[in-house]
């Protein structure tokens, strides 16, 4: 399975089955950075226990959480540099959410081993061509 695939098959398993579903596609030494530029609490994430409680800490904030990729292109080999999509409702106010994050999906031997938020497609693309 290309990288494209690969992630999009694990966006599916989020939004049809849940984070435990998705963590089948994530390696165990999984590394996902939320940089400071791009959050008000910015963070990383280390193996499957980070992933959850990424997820945890956003779903205490927001109802129908989704997130998606409107683009994913396989920059280099392991490489995968995506439009993505976070699409919610504020769970207090109600007040539909959506932004759009470019991020960058780093694979190794079929499984997600890193995800990166970066400011601009632009970015993300370079940084996948880039060693990782």
């Known amino acids: 399975m290309n990288g494209p695939a690969l992630v999009r098959r694990m966006?599916?398993?989020l939004h049809e089955e849940g984070v435990?579903?998705?963590l089948a596609f994530v390696a165990e030494d999984f590394h996902g950075v939320v940089p400071p530029e791009l959050s008000a609490e910015p963070d990383t994430y280390d193996?499957?226990?980070g992933l959850r409680h990424y997820f945890d800490t956003f779903q205490e904030i927001v109802d129908e959480l989704?997130?998606?990729a409107e683009e994913l292109v396989e920059v280099?080999?392991?490489a995968v540099a995506a439009r993505g999509l976070i699409t919610g409702?504020?769970?207090?106010?109600?007040i539909p959410i959506e932004m759009r994050v470019p991020g960058l999906y780093r694979i190794r031997d079929g499984k997600v081993v890193g995800i990166e938020a970066y400011p601009s497609w632009e970015d993300a693309?370079?940084?996948g061509?880039?060693?990782g």
């Open 89 to 94: 409702r504020g769970r207090e106010s109600g």
């Open 129 to 131: 061509k880039q060693p």
């Open 11 to 13: 966006l599916d398993a």
């Open 20 to 22: 435990e579903a998705a």
């Open 76 to 78: 280099a080999p392991g």
């Open 47 to 49: 193996g499957h226990a």
């Open 66 to 68: 989704r997130f998606d």
């Open 125 to 127: 693309v370079a940084a």
